[in-house]
């Protein structure tokens, strides 16, 4: 089992850049997808970004696309999500998930962190 700690979010304005932190614990995820997807007030969770086990793989909701980056280090068995240009609808809880079934879809990943809160003000 893994255990996932998200860390990083906050309350920036529109325009502003965050990185969000992912610390895995338990087992080493250097063989796992990784994932962050994201929840706003009465929406559904959404895909936004994931990273396969050898990173050469990436893939961002269109939304995120060009503003987000998603990387891995493995050493620190971490994972992070630059998030520049920051928009308001980009406010939401933030998870990190880990898994092995599929990159993009919330099915794919079987371990799930608590979340982080990020609020973009225009």
């Known amino acids: 089992q893994v255990q996932l700690v998200e860390s990083g979010g906050g309350l920036v304005q529109a325009g502003d850049s965050l990185r969000l932190s992912c610390a895995a614990s338990g087992r080493t995820v250097s063989s796992l997808n990784m994932g962050w997807f994201r929840q706003a007030p009465g929406k559904d969770r959404e895909f936004v970004a994931g990273i396969g086990w050898s990173s050469f793989i990436t893939s961002y909701a269109d939304s995120v696309k060009g503003r987000f980056t998603i990387s891995r280090d493995s050493a620190k068995n971490t994972v992070y999500l630059r998030m520049n240009s920051l928009k308001p609808e980009d406010t939401a809880v933030y998870f990190c998930?880990?898994?092995?079934?599929?990159?993009?879809?919330?099915?794919?990943?079987?371990?799930w962190g608590q979340g982080t809160q990020v609020t973009v003000s225009s």
């Open positions: 998930a880990a898994g092995q079934r599929g990159l993009t879809v919330q099915e794919g990943y079987d371990n």
